[in-house]
């Protein structure tokens, strides 16, 4: 070693969180006293190193004590690796000299014997000190960001997203699967604990994000593949064919008026009404423009009929349309894919799809709605009496081991809804079965309190099954729920006209393919996983990727606004510095020493390394370089390096965590 | 070696790789969720677990790690596409150079881990821990001709 | 802290082998319970037991007859959200109750459990005769006398034994039980 | 397909339960499956060992288990109480190595071990997926046409095992009764208890079940209920007569195993079927029928 670095070592006590544990204080002077050969001039240990007065004394001892190098031992880098670079910044050193050690998720919080924890902490410290050694001062790549914003899905949270986007006057694309945006709120009656009508509060938005200059609306539209990176993504859509000429449509609906084919209606009416095979999936749809279902068109099927075709007063009916692949250019992704209802059938005992008037939520929401089915009478599945008891119950598919073991979040308030609606338009007496009852949120506790009031019977018990078998004189023709009131220990059998099981919400069932396709990844449950749980919830661990509404997790629809516009305000922000930087970590090959053998070149899922033909040598294109290493780990000439994650780097790093070349003196504990 | 009160007294020293997108982070979240493991393992964070060089392995061992773990995100969920499956690749050559060596294959482990795999995460380095405990310490001095500082090589990859 | 170990801690222990999770995991939904079909009969529903156990009331647990009216039907053992074997948790209660040799008065159930287990313990095999005086003692007139009518009617079909069964090795069988647990304790 | 099984009948078997134990014998043969009993077989322990001491219930079974392993063939349990503890124990004893050799030590008193290698079945998984309702079916020279029959699982056989099939409401007891040509009727209570020992330890409760089950039979119209279980057999059959006295009832519901109704179909003598040994004779409903349907062919003739 030429330059002996000057290198000071900062233990952060977290509180308790890590001195509770690792004691802190033996570490600091361990690495004051052991360290000195490896260049540590000064160790502290400090109550919370990322508060700014920590911070403050790094920057100190920058200056005062002339620091090429610091090591912090806290808590994980994603955490505030950032953080502590910034302070080095802040004091004139390169951040890149820096390396945080994180002693707090890695020893502190998963160990519990102190002594060991302690060790263990001096021996990451040491592997910390000896990688930092062999950091290069570095720059931040920047790269310029394209200002356009795909948005993926079209419910409530994606159309608040691109709207947000759009009117501060930056292009979205708004891609949705289905013929309309618009989502599951489009669905709904009432909203809950305002009951405002669902409609009348998310069509002008849909009508504005349809009419929006800025939106590019692409419905009945899937996204294929996702090449490039944060600033620079290219997008391939998948645009089916709608087997409508948009530009002369004008959506009059003569078409599906007369079209003889009738198709039950299994995603916006859940089952309970019809549609044609030409059509619109509701009549406030946005776009305007009908599509033709191939799969039941008679046309499709047979080769004749093509009534729409005959109807058209415009001539926009066209056969012979084919899917589109479009490509597009954007800088950030918002994910607001949305969620699934859990399948009320895989709860045989509940008897739903065996016992008619057994209804799932989403069927009640139709039913209830007055653009539904039965232009909002509740009504038995015969569609016409009208129930006297009805049942409703909570935590269908959810906090059950057996199915889903998450709280569905909405389906309590949900259920509150369906009990006030049913009461109010039929009078029906109403129980509730619940586990808990949770209300959480602004107005909602006052709603269950009103309910309350109304008179609604609330049983406090999860059901165990829903029958048709008779057993005691007034259940002839009912559905019996057997519950136990879990408030007397009682076990109930309580006849009733009509059943809804408030259904919980599921990811996609695509989640996992989504997820892959954007490079972020699901929890276990499915739901996409966001950067950090409290402090960062609509990032992804992908730069450039934003998630918001239910693809994150259960939510009500308040709080999907609230995610949507979040991801769009963080978008903006980005969009608005027209640049990024990234992590400077990158491989580069030195082109003397490479051997023209290629074996990098098929190693690289980017492809990011060209080989000059002339000169026979390969070449990393640091723009596509991702920096994941396989290629240095690979080269066999040891010609490439990985910037940031040199091989002197981590060879040092395992020499430390070894405490080779350690003088073992005693430590006063 | 069998079970004599020594080796169950033995407390293996470990050398982690993880990647930091997945492996790292179910260690990050076996923290925030305050799951205990056993305190042998001391972790090396890479980029991505394709970054791996087999040198390193060796480095580990030859500095009187007993043994090593390698950690990734699981097949077809890797940051950078399928490299995870380039490392999976080297591992398994890896393994037989090691046993060539004189290394017992039980003293590496391979485990994929995701993000929010943190409970797996811990459970395995129990589960590891205890795999090389009743092996005792392995003490290994490079060979002849086993160069750690020069990298071993995988032939050509397809 | 005393050094006793709890209840609660004894039923645990007593559970260690059961694939269940463990009860200080019960949401007291009462799924169990209101699956039950024994429930109606029983001084505590099978949840409250639970709820009584974490609460340490032991007296009053070992004195129900909640565990003697499990039938063993599994019925709230699938159904479980929190994956609590509660048949596994009433086989326990009962072993535990006849060790301790503290149960409600006037059940049929333990005794009929003593009775049986010592009938197989000496042939090897179960005759259904041998278990009459346990429980015929219990019941009252008119059961005694129903369950004669039927018993008779069943040897008149030719569906009663008249000899108890025995296996053929059933010394190295007694000497196979014995490695599991003290003969005197069952004789 | 598999031809082979050992046998384990159980005590309910010899006796209480002959008519079990020959029907089933009858039948596989017919069926070209072969039933070879274990040599020396003790008793499972039933739902009541377990009360006691669980290492015993263990015991128990993994003799049976072990003897079983001895013939290289998977083992099959007539009764359900038997079947749901071979299964377990088994189960069990693989899952846990501490566990095994424990039961191991004591098994070697009668010079026998247990490895795992023994597959355990019940009786009528062997007609529902071995045999197979095609097979049946082929088979079948009386089918029972028009005759309508209350498949009834009670508890062990699905249950606790979870991932069998669906545990609510399976259809395999449904397939084999409408492979012999009879009619499966919509039974609601098909999955509930039918009490077990509870009828001699808790006889209001069980008595009351038993009740509710045979009102659900007979509300479907049933002239039959088929079961698969000698202890949900004699509950409900032995216990039909104390029912009525108890509950002012008048239910004289045929309670049958389902290998008789299948020996019937494959036109095996009933005598050999062990048919008449029977509570309420099954005689009456079969004859009904029989006559119901010769009326109603004679009607199409005409």
Same mark, same amino acid.
């Given at each position: ?472 004189p007034g259940e002839e023709g009912k559905l019996i729920i057997q519950v136990e009131d879990t408030l007397t220990g009682n076990q109930l059998r309580v006849p009733v006209d009509m059943v809804i099981l408030s259904a919980g919400l599921e990811p996609r069932r695509d989640a996992k393919e989504v997820a892959n396709k954007f490079g972020i990844s699901c929890s276990a449950d499915g739901w996409l996983i966001e950067r950090h749980p409290k402090l960062d919830p609509v990032a992804t661990v992908t730069e450039g990727i934003y998630i918001a509404g239910c693809v994150q997790g259960p939510k009500d629809i308040p709080a999907s606004v609230a995610q949507g516009a979040a991801a769009a305000a963080r978008i903006l922000g980005k969009i608005q510095q027209k640049e990024i930087a990234l992590e400077p970590v990158r491989a580069s090959i030195n082109q003397d020493q ?76 | ?40 393992? +001391?972790?090396?964070?890479? /980029? ?13 061992? @030859?500095? %009187? $790690? ?29 393994? +037989?150079?090691?046993?060539? /060596? ?13 993000? @929010?795999? %943190? $409970? ?39 | ?187 | ?302």
């Open positions: 070693m030429e330059k002996k670095e000057r290198i000071g070592v900062y233990v952060c006590h977290c509180g308790t969180n890590i001195a509770g544990v690792v004691n802190v204080g033996e570490v600091s002077t361990w690495a004051a006293e052991n360290l000195k050969e490896q260049g540590v001039v000064i160790a502290r240990d400090y109550k919370f190193m990322c508060s700014s007065l920590g911070q403050e004394l790094i920057q100190k001892d920058i200056k005062e004590h002339g620091l090429t190098r610091v090591v912090v031992a806290a808590c994980s880098p994603h955490l505030h690796e950032q953080t502590f670079r910034n302070a080095c910044k802040g004091a004139g050193l390169n951040p890149y000299l820096s390396e945080l050690v994180s002693i707090r998720e890695q020893s502190s919080w998963v160990h519990t014997d102190k002594v060991a924890a302690t060790e263990k902490s001096k021996a990451l410290i040491a592997g910390g000190v000896a990688r930092v050694i062999h950091h290069e001062p570095l720059e931040p790549l920047r790269v310029p960001i394209h200002p356009a914003t795909l948005v993926v899905g079209g419910g409530i949270a994606g159309i608040q997203a691109a709207l947000e986007i759009a009117n501060a006057g930056y292009p979205v694309y708004l891609v949705e699967r289905e013929p309309s945006i618009g989502g599951h709120m489009a669905q709904f009656d009432k909203t809950f604990p305002t009951l405002d009508c669902s409609a009348c509060i998310l069509t002008p938005k849909m009508v504005e994000a349809g009419n929006h200059p800025n939106i590019t609306l692409l419905t009945y539209s899937e996204v294929e593949k996702v090449d490039g990176y944060v600033g620079n993504f290219v997008v391939t859509i998948r645009k089916r064919a709608r087997s409508v000429n948009e530009e002369l449509c004008t959506g009059c609906g003569i078409c599906w008026e007369k079209c003889p084919k009738k198709v039950v209606d299994n995603i916006f009416e859940a089952g309970m009404g019809t549609r044609k095979a030409i059509y619109v999936p509701f009549p406030q749809a946005v776009p305007k423009y009908p599509v033709i279902d191939r799969e039941n068109c008679t046309y499709y099927i047979k080769g004749t009929c093509k009534a729409c075709e005959k109807f058209c007063p415009t001539n926009a009916i066209d056969f012979a349309q084919e899917d589109q692949l479009l490509n597009v250019e954007v800088g950030n992704i918002i994910l607001a894919t949305g969620y699934e209802l859990f399948d009320a059938r895989r709860i045989t005992q509940y008897g739903y799809g065996r016992l008619a008037n057994v209804f799932t939520s989403l069927e009640f929401e139709r039913l209830s709605n007055a653009a539904g089915p039965t232009g909002g009478n509740i009504v038995l599945r015969d569609g016409k009496t009208v129930p006297k008891v009805v049942g409703i119950v909570h935590c269908v598919g959810s906090r059950d081991k057996n199915y889903n073991e998450y709280c569905s979040a909405i389906c309590c308030m949900q259920s509150l809804k369906f009990a006030h609606l049913v009461h109010e338009r039929t009078g029906a007496e109403v129980y509730n079965f619940y586990i808990d009852i949770r209300t959480p949120a602004k107005g909602y506790e006052e709603f269950y309190h009103r309910l309350l009031e109304e008179g609604t019977h609330f049983i406090r018990g999860k059901v165990a099954e829903i029958s048709d078998a008779v057993r005691l490479c051997s023209g053998c290629r074996i990098c070149n098929n190693l690289c899922p980017f492809n990011a390394i060209l080989f000059h033909e002339d000169r026979m040598v390969s070449e990393v294109n640091p723009a596509l370089c991702q920096g994941c290493g396989t290629c240095v780990a690979a080269c066999p000439a040891g010609a490439i390096s990985g910037t940031g994650f040199s091989n002197e780097q981590i060879l040092s790093q395992i020499e430390g965590l070894l405490l080779l070349n350690i003088p073992k003196k005693e430590t006063v504990a | 070696m069998t079970d004599t009160p020594e080796t169950q007294t033995f407390e293996p020293v470990i050398i982690g790789f993880t990647c930091n997108w997945c492996s790292y982070r179910a260690a990050d979240m076996a923290g925030t969720a305050r799951m205990k493991y056993a305190p042998n393992v +001391r972790l090396i964070r890479l /980029m991505c677990s394709g970054r791996l060089d087999p040198t390193f392995v060796l480095k580990a061992f @030859a500095g %009187g $790690a007993d043994a090593v773990l390698v950690s990734g995100c699981h097949p077809g969920d890797c940051h950078y596409i399928n490299q995870n499956y380039k490392m999976l690749r080297r591992f398994h050559l890896l393994k +037989r150079v090691l046993q060539q /060596m004189g290394i017992e294959p039980e003293r590496i482990k391979l485990l994929w881990a995701s993000a @929010a795999e %943190g $409970a797996i995460f811990a459970e395995e380095i129990n589960k590891f821990v205890e795999q090389v405990r009743p092996l005792g310490p392995l003490n290994w001095k490079p060979g002849n001709g086993a160069q750690v500082e020069a990298p071993v090589h995988e032939e050509v990859p397809a | 802290m005393s050094d006793t170990i709890s209840f609660r801690q004894e039923i645990a222990n007593l559970l260690y082998a059961s694939e269940g999770e463990p009860l200080n995991t019960c949401i007291q939904c009462g799924t169990c319970s209101g699956t039950c079909p024994v429930a109606p009969y029983m001084d505590y529903t099978p949840r409250q037991i639970i709820a009584m156990i974490n609460q340490g009331m032991k007296e009053q647990v070992l004195e129900s007859n909640t565990f003697w009216y499990c039938a063993s039907c599994y019925h709230c053992t699938v159904r479980c959200p929190q994956d609590i074997n509660i048949t596994d948790l009433m086989y326990a209660l009962k072993r535990y109750s006849i060790w301790k040799g503290q149960h409600k008065e006037g059940l049929i159930g333990p005794t009929f459990s003593e009775a049986f287990v010592k009938m197989i313990v000496r042939g090897g095999r179960s005759f259904e005769p041998v278990l009459a005086p346990s429980y015929i003692f219990s019941f009252g007139m008119r059961e005694l006398l129903l369950e004669v009518q039927g018993a008779t009617e069943l040897l008149l079909k030719g569906r009663l034994p008249l000899l108890p069964p025995r296996i053929k090795r059933l010394d190295n069988f007694k000497r196979m039980l014995g490695r599991i647990i003290p003969m005197g304790g069952l004789e | 397909m598999k031809k082979e099984f050992a046998y384990f009948p159980g005590c309910s078997l010899e006796k209480m339960a002959v008519s079990y134990h020959m029907s089933a014998m009858e039948t596989t043969k017919k069926l070209g499956v072969h039933l070879k009993e274990l040599e020396d077989w003790n008793c499972c322990g039933a739902t009541t060992y377990s009360y006691i001491d669980e290492l015993l219930a263990y015991t128990l079974s993994a003799r049976n288990l072990a003897i079983a392993e001895q013939t290289g063939l998977d083992v099959v349990a007539p009764c359900s109480a038997c079947y749901k503890n071979m299964y377990f124990t088994a189960a069990h004893l693989k899952k846990d190595p501490d566990l095994a050799e424990h039961i191991n030590f004591a098994l070697e008193e009668d010079n026998l071990h247990f490895t795992g290698n023994v597959g355990v079945k019940h009786l009528i998984e062997v007609f529902a997926y071995d045999i197979g309702p095609e097979e049946l079916r082929s088979k079948v020279v009386k089918p029972l046409t028009g005759v309508k029959i209350a498949p009834y699982y009670g508890c062990q056989i699905v249950r606790p095992q979870k991932d069998h099939e669906d545990v609510e409401l399976p259809q395999f007891f449904e397939d084999i009764l409408s492979a012999i040509g009879a009619t499966p009727v919509n039974y609601p209570l098909k999955m509930r208890c039918c009490g077990g020992s509870l009828i001699i330890s808790s006889r209001p409760a069980a008595l009351s079940m038993v009740r509710n089950l045979l009102q659900c039979a007979v509300d479907a119209q049933a002239d039959i209920v088929a079961t698969a279980c000698p202890m949900c057999q004699v509950n409900l059959e032995v216990y039909q007569q104390q029912v009525n006295q108890e509950f002012g009832t008048n239910f004289s519901v045929p309670i049958m195993y389902f290998t008789q109704l299948v020996g019937l179909a494959l036109g095996i003598p009933q005598k050999k079927l062990g048919i008449g040994k029977e509570f309420v004779a099954a005689t009456p409903a079969l004859l009904r029928v029989e006559q119901a349907g010769a009326a109603s062919d004679q009607e199409t003739k005409e």
